[in-house]
Each structure stands twice: as C-alpha cells, then as structure tokens.
C-alpha cells in the first residue's frame, strides 16, 4: 500500500511538472503587442534598423555592375531572411549603385535578404 501511494505521488509529482513546462513554452510565442514596457505599449516601439544589428565581414572577390552582382568571400550570415555559414559566392545586390566604388579585394560589411527567394544585398559598405 505505502509504495503503491509513494507511486502515485511521484507520478502526480512528474505530471505537474510536465504540464508546468508546457505552459512555460506556450507563453514564449505570446503576442506581446499589448504588453507595456516603463509605460510604453511594444507595438509602439520604433524599429531597429536590421541592417545596424545584421551586417556580416567579407572580402570582394568580383564584381559584376552589368549583372548587378558581387562575389563574397564572406563569414557566416544572419539576417531576418538569410542564415549560412562561411563560404565565397556571388550574391544578386538589390541596387546597382551599391556597386558604384566596390572593388575586387575590398573588405566589406554588408547586409542580405531573401528577396523574391534569391539571397540578396541590401546594404553594403565598404571598410577601411
């Protein structure tokens, strides 16, 4: 009788304890656009730039203004819309002014997208 009782209170026990960490990861995809923050509402909150937090290192390795692209030997890439890892590859450039002073050999910090499917440059700036 008693280990069957013990049974039950350590079933009972891992039971809330599953349903505790349930609850806990249905709240982490709560929208928040109610929530206040120091008395301001969070859908008020003005956006941050992505391209301020998202700009990744590379290294020119071609340009090509008729085609509007540029080849990057680049390190890994997050963004909104675009994560990979290291590697050189032509990426498509959203504006063929971004091109305008770019040069083979240039170090670089720059932003891509996922535009219309395509891994794109949004933002790019040369270093000095």
């Given at each position: 009788?008693k280990k069957s009782?013990l049974?039950?209170v350590a079933?009972?026990?891992?039971?809330?304890?599953?349903?505790n960490v349930?609850?806990?990861?249905?709240?982490m995809?709560?929208?928040?656009?109610?929530?206040?923050?120091e008395?301001?509402k969070?859908?008020k909150?003005p956006?941050?730039?992505?391209s301020?937090?998202?700009?990744?290192?590379g290294?020119?390795k071609?340009?090509?203004k008729e085609?509007?692209?540029?080849?990057?030997?680049?390190?890994r890439?997050?963004?909104?819309?675009?994560?990979?890892?290291p590697?050189?590859?032509?990426?498509a450039?959203k504006?063929?002014?971004l091109?305008s002073?770019?040069?083979?050999?240039?170090?670089v910090k720059f932003?891509v997208?996922?535009?219309?499917?395509?891994?794109?440059?949004?933002?790019l700036?040369?270093q000095k």
């Amino acid at each position: 009788m008693k280990k069957s009782f013990l049974n039950l209170v350590a079933v009972c026990g891992f039971s809330l304890m599953a349903v505790n960490v349930y609850a806990d990861q249905r709240t982490m995809g709560m929208d928040m656009a109610g929530m206040k923050m120091e008395g301001m509402k969070m859908d008020k909150m003005p956006a941050t730039s992505a391209s301020a937090t998202t700009l990744s290192d590379g290294v020119v390795k071609a340009v090509d203004k008729e085609n509007k692209s540029i080849t990057l030997k680049h390190g890994r890439i997050k963004s909104a819309t675009v994560e990979m890892g290291p590697m050189t590859m032509p990426f498509a450039v959203k504006d063929k002014a971004l091109l305008s002073n770019v040069k083979v050999g240039d170090k670089v910090k720059f932003t891509v997208e996922n535009v219309d499917g395509e891994a794109t440059v949004t933002v790019l700036s040369i270093q000095k």
